[in-house]
């Protein structure tokens, strides 16, 4: 057996071959950040009054306006909505939201609570951590994988179905049994040719450590990885439950939650701005304010001889502003019904990028239940169900109330309960997360939900680029059309991230600087 046939068998018994490759030291790890400005001179002084009109005051035309400002540039900002941040959008006591469908909601969350109805995490090497700490923005940590918290999968086989599960229960007992079959897999002489005895015994010896494996028969028997039925005190060292059985495990379909704590975009060391996700966007905005104008709706973006023009409505007048560039930052199904001078293989991209719908409800309770009986401080709960997720809050623990999220939900399944109102919406997340938690319905206090495809101009959440396409149609998204730009996290290999909007900002500010510093 060659490491490549073991790791492809590592990786077929449960998505061990992550783990067995640091095993064997051939793990490595991607970094990067993005279109670097530092030291790019200021076009001021040599040509000054450059002026680019930016469409959209979210995170990428902020951003994009925060760094030509600092380089020289005089920059407008076009918002259609009354407020900036785009999908950074964080709900509190008092907010008011109307969608396309008519339905308006006002959160009646009590004071100091809150629920991040876009963007509620970002990992510590995106390059949003390094905005934070240049505008000022505390952040803290956002408790992204919690063993704590449960998995409950319906509509599967065998003993384990509908019943809900510890995370650390389902998954060292998991790893402990595919240790097993992966020691005993390599402890046969007809690994030997290939598979050094070097290599044998550190995979051995990290099996026996990673699935806790009885050292001399190489088999897994339970682990206090799993935790208790009764916990370790004064007067006794603990009682373990038995452990599952593999085949119960395999049957419950857990495994399909695994993987999520290991993807670079979701590990466990997660941040969030203190106070809400709006907090970088209102930091952001603080330093472009003066020349962001809200209530100007984008009606034409047009190419001119030398440079750019923006036909937009104010109230109800039509206006019209002309600049010697332009970025547009509008989601995309809003730029495919306003008219524009993109090139048509933009035009072909913009038509085909998949801008999805997500869905997500705030629910506050009475009594932070999770914390008090079940003893989950943070972290994600997993479910086959259409709700997907339930989020608990990561700040303001020991509280008397708190707010948490009770679906996360995207495709199909955000689309349906989209269509339902405000209150079917609250009853759609409650009958199903209480099969998790079933003290959901007597601690319920008030809700609030958002629908992206119903916000109005932005009607969407992310997008993810196809990788099919990114060789072909991608590159017409980031390459400047004369001197109309595109910017977003959907024009990023990061969409649906905030780091998408603040490196695709930087990488279009870089174009603009080099175009202009060549004339």
Same mark, same amino acid.
Request: glycine residues 10%; hydrophobic residues 40%; neutral net charge.
């Given at each position: #057996?060659?490491r490549?046939?073991f790791?492809?068998?590592?990786?077929?018994y449960?998505?061990?071959?992550f783990t067995t490759?640091?095993?064997?030291?051939?793990l490595s790890?991607a970094t990067?950040?993005? *279109?670097?400005?530092?030291?790019l001179?200021? !076009? *001021?002084a040599g040509?000054p009054?450059?002026k680019v009109?930016?469409l959209?005051a979210g995170i990428?035309? #902020?951003?994009a306006?925060?760094?030509?400002?600092?380089?020289g540039?005089?920059c407008?900002?076009? /918002?259609?909505?009354q407020?900036?941040?785009?999908?950074?959008?964080?709900i509190?006591?008092g907010d008011?939201?109307?969608?396309t469908?008519g339905h308006?909601?006002t959160c009646?969350?009590?004071d100091g609570?809150y629920?991040?109805?876009g963007? *509620?995490?970002?990992?510590?090497?995106?390059?949003t951590m390094?905005?934070?700490?240049?505008?000022g923005?505390a952040?803290?940590p956002?408790?992204?994988?919690?063993?704590n918290g449960?998995?409950?999968?319906?509509?599967?086989a065998?003993?384990?179905?509908?019943?809900?599960?510890?995370?650390?229960e389902?998954k060292?007992d998991?790893?402990?049994?595919?240790a097993?079959l992966?020691a005993?897999?390599v402890?046969?002489?007809?690994? @030997?040719?290939k598979?050094?005895a070097? @290599?044998k /015994?550190?995979?051995? /010896?990290f099996l026996?450590?990673e699935?806790?494996?009885?050292?001399?028969?190489?088999a897994?028997?339970?682990?206090?990885?799993?935790g208790?039925?009764?916990?370790?005190? !004064?007067t006794?060292?603990?009682?373990m439950?038995?452990?599952?059985?593999?085949?119960?495990?395999?049957?419950?379909n857990f495994?399909v939650?695994?993987?999520?704590?290991?993807e670079f975009e979701?590990?466990s060391?997660?941040?969030?701005?203190v106070?809400g #996700? @709006? #907090?970088?966007?209102?930091?952001?905005f603080?330093?472009?304010?003066? !020349?962001?104008?809200?209530g100007c709706?984008?009606?034409?973006?047009? &190419?001119?001889?030398?440079g750019?023009?923006v036909?937009?409505?104010?109230g109800?007048?039509?206006?019209e502003?002309?600049?010697?560039?332009?970025?547009?930052?509008?989601?995309?199904?809003?730029?495919?019904?306003?008219?524009?001078?993109?090139?048509?293989?933009?035009?072909?991209?913009?038509?085909i990028? $998949?801008?999805?719908?997500?869905?997500?409800?705030g629910?506050?309770f &009475?009594?932070r239940?999770?914390e008090?009986?079940d003893?989950?401080?943070?972290?994600?709960?997993w479910?086959n169900q $259409?709700?997907?997720e339930?989020?608990?809050?990561?700040?303001?623990?020991?509280?008397?109330?708190g707010?948490?999220i009770?679906?996360?939900m995207?495709?199909?399944?955000?689309?349906?309960?989209?269509?339902?109102? $405000?209150?079917?919406?609250?009853?759609?997340a409650?009958?199903?997360?209480?099969?998790?938690?079933p003290?959901?319905?007597?601690?319920?206090?008030?809700a609030?939900?958002?629908?992206?495809s119903?916000?109005?101009?932005?009607?969407?959440?992310?997008?993810?680029?196809p990788?099919?396409?990114? &060789?072909?149609?991608?590159p017409?998204?980031? &390459?400047p059309?004369?001197?109309?730009?595109?910017?977003g996290d959907?024009a990023?290999?990061?969409?649906?991230?905030?780091?998408?909007?603040?490196?695709?900002?930087r990488?279009?500010?870089?174009?603009?600087h080099?175009? !202009?510093?060549?004339?």
């Amino acid at each position: #057996m060659t490491r490549r046939d073991f790791l492809e068998k590592a990786g077929r018994y449960g998505g061990a071959s992550f783990t067995t490759m640091t095993a064997l030291g051939l793990l490595s790890r991607a970094t990067g950040r993005g *279109a670097e400005l530092q030291g790019l001179p200021s !076009v *001021a002084a040599g040509k000054p009054g450059t002026k680019v009109v930016i469409l959209g005051a979210g995170i990428a035309g #902020m951003a994009a306006a925060y760094e030509l400002g600092k380089l020289g540039f005089t920059c407008t900002v076009l /918002e259609a909505s009354q407020r900036p941040g785009g999908r950074s959008l964080t709900i509190r006591k008092g907010d008011t939201l109307t969608d396309t469908l008519g339905h308006t909601q006002t959160c009646a969350f009590d004071d100091g609570h809150y629920f991040n109805a876009g963007p *509620a995490r970002f990992p510590q090497w995106q390059v949003t951590m390094d905005y934070c700490r240049e505008l000022g923005v505390a952040v803290e940590p956002f408790i992204n994988v919690n063993e704590n918290g449960l998995y409950y999968n319906e509509g599967v086989a065998g003993p384990l179905a509908g019943k809900r599960l510890r995370q650390r229960e389902a998954k060292a007992d998991a790893r402990g049994h595919i240790a097993e079959l992966l020691a005993k897999a390599v402890n046969t002489d007809k690994l @030997d040719q290939k598979f050094t005895a070097e @290599d044998k /015994e550190r995979v051995l /010896e990290f099996l026996r450590r990673e699935g806790d494996l009885n050292a001399d028969t190489l088999a897994y028997e339970g682990s206090s990885r799993r935790g208790f039925k009764k916990w370790p005190s !004064v007067t006794s060292t603990g009682e373990m439950d038995p452990a599952l059985d593999l085949l119960a495990l395999l049957q419950a379909n857990f495994s399909v939650h695994f993987h999520r704590n290991n993807e670079f975009e979701y590990q466990s060391a997660l941040f969030q701005p203190v106070g809400g #996700m @709006d #907090m970088l966007a209102k930091a952001l905005f603080a330093k472009v304010k003066l !020349v962001v104008r809200f209530g100007c709706a984008a009606q034409e973006i047009r &190419k001119t001889p030398t440079g750019a023009r923006v036909v937009y409505t104010e109230g109800a007048e039509t206006k019209e502003l002309i600049a010697d560039h332009c970025i547009c930052t509008l989601p995309p199904p809003i730029l495919r019904t306003t008219a524009h001078d993109f090139g048509p293989m933009v035009k072909n991209t913009l038509n085909i990028i $998949p801008f999805q719908n997500s869905a997500r409800i705030g629910l506050q309770f &009475k009594r932070r239940f999770w914390e008090d009986d079940d003893r989950i401080f943070g972290g994600i709960s997993w479910t086959n169900q $259409p709700i997907n997720e339930i989020y608990y809050p990561s700040h303001g623990f020991f509280q008397p109330k708190g707010v948490l999220i009770g679906y996360y939900m995207f495709g199909p399944p955000s689309d349906e309960v989209t269509q339902l109102t $405000p209150a079917d919406r609250i009853e759609y997340a409650m009958k199903q997360g209480e099969k998790l938690h079933p003290q959901y319905r007597a601690e319920f206090d008030n809700a609030f939900s958002v629908n992206w495809s119903t916000v109005p101009h932005i009607k969407g959440c992310l997008s993810h680029f196809p990788e099919k396409l990114t &060789k072909t149609l991608y590159p017409f998204l980031i &390459k400047p059309d004369g001197n109309l730009h595109l910017a977003g996290d959907w024009a990023s290999h990061l969409g649906g991230w905030q780091a998408g909007a603040f490196e695709s900002a930087r990488h279009v500010v870089k174009n603009i600087h080099a175009k !202009v510093a060549a004339l």
